[in-house]
């Protein structure tokens, strides 16, 4: 079972609202990530680290931002939540040793819903 | 999608049968995973192979790779109900990010 927790689970948020989608590991992984996946489709990379106060943006534009100052904390904001920004927001975070990547661990994913 | 392809999209067996999914990428690669997704959650581990590897297997996966086709198939033998999910390959190539597949979304019926 992957120590990766996400909260909240589901929100439903109204136009303009800033919000924060929290991710935690426990497992003492350098890197993590934001995906951003809608119903039965691809995973989309909006962001990631390679460790503290390392950020960088992925291959999908997105108005969100992240902060990493824990190893164990990756909380992504959206300054002003959009109806297109409904989605499913899942976090991840893997652990590598010099060229070798590992699997990525999966939290349960957030699925927000703005209104 | 920009780095990686499945095909079927989506595939219906009966319980027992073998279940084939493929992927295929546009670039080189260090190594290849595949992952399920059962609905609405996150995604879970399966297999990963490696660029210099050309077969493995774990349990009742068998996964290929064919870097010269830039391809990779994932079978499912004696697939269960419980097997009912999507399933992704995703690509690592140099850097610290992972390209997802389009996904298979499989159903297997009992």
């Known amino acids: 079972e992957a120590d990766i927790y996400q909260t909240p689970r589901y929100l439903v948020i109204g136009t303009g609202k800033k919000i924060t989608l929290e991710c935690s590991q426990t497992m003492g992984h350098d890197k993590m990530y934001w995906y951003q996946q809608d119903p039965g489709m691809e995973l989309h990379l909006i962001h990631y680290s390679y460790g503290v106060n390392s950020t960088e943006k992925g291959d999908l534009s997105s108005e969100s931002t992240v902060s990493r100052i824990r190893t164990e904390h990756f909380p992504l904001t959206l300054e002003s939540a959009r109806p297109s920004h409904t989605s499913q927001y899942l976090c991840?975070?893997?652990?590598?040793?010099?060229?070798?990547?590992?699997?990525?661990?999966f939290g349960p994913g957030t699925r927000l819903t703005v209104t | 999608s920009q780095q990686g392809e499945e095909d079927p999209q989506a595939l219906s067996i009966q319980e027992g049968e073998n279940a084939t999914m493929n992927c295929s990428y546009k670039?080189?690669?260090?190594?290849l995973q595949w992952y399920r997704q059962n609905s609405g959650r996150g995604l879970v581990h399966l297999i990963l192979?490696?660029?210099?590897?050309r077969e493995k297997h774990s349990g009742r996966l068998r996964v290929t790779l064919d870097t010269s086709k830039k391809s990779s198939s994932l079978l499912i033998t004696a697939s269960r109900a419980a097997d009912t999910a999507s399933y992704f390959c995703a690509m690592m190539s140099g850097t610290y990010k992972y390209i997802f597949g389009t996904g298979t979304r499989l159903k297997v019926l009992a």
């Open positions: 670039t080189s690669i260090n190594n």
């Open positions: 991840a975070s893997s652990d590598w040793q010099g060229d070798t990547s590992y699997e990525q661990y």
């Open positions: 192979i490696r660029s210099n590897e």
